[in-house]
């Protein structure tokens, strides 16, 4: 027979997915917040850290160009009051002004080249085509003089001209230069005669490209990029080579056209497109902006895998739980299954049990005189009370007796009871020999120290009389009419040990008389000890009132009155005890059948 599972596991399962389902929800709504705040966390915490070495390129950038300003302000300082043409400024020779050029550019760590240039009228030194410039640059690692007053005409270079235009230091446009193809700028300080008048620049280059990769090597992000504008916008460095010297609206990013648009009064931006973010800081003392770029997919590559890491492990997690939740449920599944196999083969049992026992609530017994009712109920699906009768031979036949303990081992050793009861009787030749022979039976094998207490009596069904032997069992209720009304008594029971306490034991048989309308109600404990929810016992002085009471009634009456009494006093409390109820009564001639 195939087993459907139980309505309650089917719910208990749905339940359980609802629960998973809506926790699982829960979870994954959780670690997404989770995710969004750690993420934005993150985030913020690797902004700040990028805007910190972002700050250490910007100063690092300002404090170079502050030193090439200084240290070509300081040599423009040592410079005057040397007027060359006065008695003793002609003392001074053109080696002279070469080693101090030397000196100025070995002094500085980012100048590219140091040179003097004067008017021509300004000096008696030796002067080329164009004048007097005495110039050293660095070739390979080299300095190198260069006259460059015989080669170029230096006066119309910016570097030389503005000094006489702005008559202060200052900074020039970038520029190619010349012998190196490089693009430079110059920091030029105005030299002065005693007098204080403009009579030369005193200029020194200075290489961006190098400023701008010692900032790139500061920045962790091997695709970040760093360019540098002047007043005017046009390129001084960019790492595209070939937009040196043009102006910043050409960079293919389109971030410096915003950034003119945005800056206003504000001395730093951040801006940043699909790729990276954009941080830009001028430079006040020159007017330049610096532009550090850096790409998102290397700023945020730690967020991201974290991101990855978590949500992969949360993804197992689930994925952990979902298998153990099918496990446990699939456990469950085949526990359930084998405890409704088990319920089943339980139910089974019982119908097996009490089918075994007679039919009470239809009597078999053919001798109208005899009227009888039995009733069991067990504590348990199975259990230990039993009863049983037939007729023979003009007699009958009955017992009843009450298994210690409950469930699966009493049943079984009330069926052996009952079994020896069916045996013995017709084998034995009085009531004692049998009651002996079942106990000596049940003793055999019975480890388990299991008894019976138990009931047997023989009816004469023509002259009333009633033989029976009891073994430790509650005397039964003999209910009889005086002068018209019923009186009831226990009948007279010697003292004995219950059947499977000890072989060879003996036994005592009595013997008494039922006439016609007495009732006989044999009874287990299970009766008098039922309990309310007080644990107040029913008791036997209730048990005897309502048998007194309904006497007069059929036997079958007299067990249904019986048992509504007790529901009446146990009312919902749990039944502890199995409860056996058998009822005989002795009609009188004049009384009918009871309906079947």
């Known amino acids: 027979m195939k087993l459907r599972l139980p309505s309650s596991f089917r719910a208990y399962f749905s339940l359980s997915l609802a629960i998973l389902l809506i926790g699982g929800m829960a979870f994954t709504g959780g670690l997404g917040y989770c995710l969004y705040k750690s993420r934005a966390m ?6 700040i850290n990028v805007m910190r070495i972002v700050d250490e390129v910007f100063s690092y950038m300002e404090d170079r160009l502050k030193e090439a300003e200084e240290d070509n302000m300081y040599m423009a300082w040592v410079s005057e009051g040397y007027d060359t043409r006065s008695p003793v400024g002609r003392d001074i020779k053109e080696e002279d002004v070469f080693r101090f050029v030397e000196d100025a550019l070995t002094l500085s760590p980012i100048a590219c080249g140091v040179g ?16 007097f410039a005495a110039y050293v640059t660095t070739v390979s690692g080299q300095q190198e003089r260069v006259r460059l007053g015989a080669v170029k005409d230096y006066t119309k270079m910016e570097w030389f001209s503005g000094a006489f ?7 020039t ?16 300080v105005p030299v002065r005669d005693m007098k204080g008048k403009c009579i030369g620049s005193l200029a020194m280059d200075i290489n961006t490209e190098g400023i701008c990769q010692r900032c790139h090597e500061m920045i962790p992000f091997e695709s970040n990029s760093i360019s540098l504008v002047d007043e005017n916008y046009t390129f001084i460095s960019h790492a595209d080579s070939t937009l040196l010297l043009k102006h910043a609206d050409t960079d293919t990013h389109g971030m410096w056209a915003e950034f003119r ?44 895998q974290m991101e990855r890491d978590t949500t992969l492990a949360a993804a197992l997690s689930l994925l952990l739980l979902l298998i153990c ?21 339980i139910k089974l049992a019982a ?47 009955f017992c009843i007796g009450d298994v210690s303990g409950k469930g699966f081992p009493a049943s079984f050793f009330m069926a052996a009871t009952r079994y020896l009861f069916r045996c013995t009787v017709f084998t034995c030749a009085n009531m004692i020999e049998a009651v002996a022979s079942i106990n000596d039976s049940l003793c055999v094998g019975n480890r388990r120290a299991m008894f019976v207490t138990f009931f047997m009596g023989k009816l004469n069904l023509t002259t009333g009389r009633l033989d029976y032997c009891n073994a430790g069992h509650n005397p039964p209720v003999l209910v009889s009419q005086k002068d018209g009304l019923p009186a009831y008594r226990l009948l007279e029971c010697s003292e004995g040990l219950p059947l499977g306490v000890m072989e060879d034991c003996p036994f005592q048989a009595k013997s008494d008389m039922l006439e016609a309308g007495d009732t006989l109600l044999l009874y287990t404990d299970g009766v008098t000890e039922a309990m309310n929810p007080r644990a107040e016992e029913y008791g036997s002085l ?47 001639p004049g009384d009918r059948s009871p309906e079947r």
């Open 173 to 188: 446009h970038p520029y190619k230069e010349s012998s190196t193809g490089k693009v430079i700028v110059s920091f030029c």
């Open 261 to 304: 648009q945005q800056i206003g009064d504000k001395n730093e931006l951040k801006l940043e497109d699909d790729t990276a973010l954009y941080y830009f800081k001028r430079v006040p003392h020159t007017q330049w902006t610096i532009c550090v770029k850096c790409p998102k997919d290397e700023i945020y590559a730690d967020t991201r």
């Open 351 to 397: 119908n097996i049990q009490l089918e075994m026992l007679p039919d009470a609530t239809a009597s078999p017994l053919s001798d109208p005189l005899i009227d009888l009712s039995g009733y069991i109920c067990p504590a348990k699906n199975v259990g230990g009370d039993l009863y049983d009768y037939f007729v023979h031979d003009g007699h009958l036949y």
């Open 42 to 47: 993150v985030t913020k915490l690797t902004d």
């Open 165 to 171: 235009k702005y008559n202060k230091p200052f900074w």
């Open 542 to 588: 209730r048990m005897l009132s309502c048998v007194q009471d309904n006497a007069a009634a059929p036997a079958g009456q007299i067990v249904e009155n019986l048992l509504d009494d007790i529901r009446r006093h146990v009312c919902h409390a749990e039944q502890s005890d199995d409860l056996t109820l058998l009822c005989i009564k002795r009609r009188t």
């Open 325 to 345: 939740l099918i496990y446990i449920f699939r456990r469950l599944q085949q526990i359930t299954l084998s405890k409704a196999n088990l319920d089943n083969e």
């Open 116 to 131: 003097v240039a004067l008017l021509p009228e300004a000096t008696h030194l030796t002067q080329g085509k164009y004048g």
